[in-house]
């Protein structure tokens, strides 16, 4: 094998370590266990909120909006479903045409 060979060899390997750890995002950083058919963060909660929203129901969709991109974008896609995550809680205020709504959860994904 020639020096360039193992050069180009080498970046191969690097590229692909990199895509790797890309799809992963974060998620490696916390504990895991496994619930039912899914695989889901232990103790580690994200949130999502919204605010001035014209009804309750706008409202709590557009904070489970915010959950899923803020997740997705941390820990990649897979990890990015409200329906999917557990420890759900949703709190929301408000009345006429100004909601706003909180929601918290612990992300899981397919295992």
């Not at 994200?46 to 991109?69: C, L, M, N, T, Y």
Request: charged share 20%; aromatic share 8%.
């Amino acid at each position: 094998m020639t020096i360039r060979s193992v050069m180009i060899a080498a970046a191969g390997l690097l590229a692909l370590t990199a895509s790797s750890a890309a799809a992963q995002g974060l998620a490696g950083i916390h504990e895991h266990v496994r619930v039912g058919a899914k695989v889901c963060m232990k103790d580690h909660f994200h949130d999502g909120s919204s605010a001035g929203q014209p009804s309750r129901k706008a409202a709590e969709a557009e904070a489970i909006k915010v959950w899923q991109g803020f997740t997705a974008w941390e820990y990649g896609a897979h990890w990015g479903s409200f329906k999917m995550a557990e420890s759900k809680a949703v709190k929301c205020s408000g009345g006429g045409n100004s909601w706003a709504c909180n929601v918290t959860a612990r992300p899981c994904r397919r295992r």
